[in-house]
């Protein structure tokens, strides 16, 4: 199952390794900040059309958004039966 946690994370990281604001990367994709804020933390999941947009601002193909999905969500399961 999909953690919105790990949507979230993946999304942070991209955009503070880019360097941009929630202000920026939320105006460039046409949401609010305070929406883009949730997403970060994991309390709202974007819909695909929000998800495209957030990898349009952030400079990124959506692939690459989902595969690096993937592997936090592979990290996070690890974790989770390692204790």
Do not use: C, Y
Request: glycine share 6%; no cysteine.
């Amino acid at each position: 199952m999909l953690n919105s946690k790990d949507v979230g994370t993946v999304i942070r990281r991209f955009r503070k390794e880019k360097g941009l604001s929630q202000e920026v990367v939320s105006s460039i994709a046409d949401i609010g900040r305070t929406h883009l804020s949730a997403i970060e933390r994991g309390e709202r999941r974007p819909t695909l059309e929000t998800f495209f947009r957030l990898s349009e601002a952030l400079g990124v193909r959506p692939s690459i958004l989902v595969a690096a999905i993937e592997v936090e969500r592979k990290k996070r399961a690890e974790a989770e039966n390692a204790e």
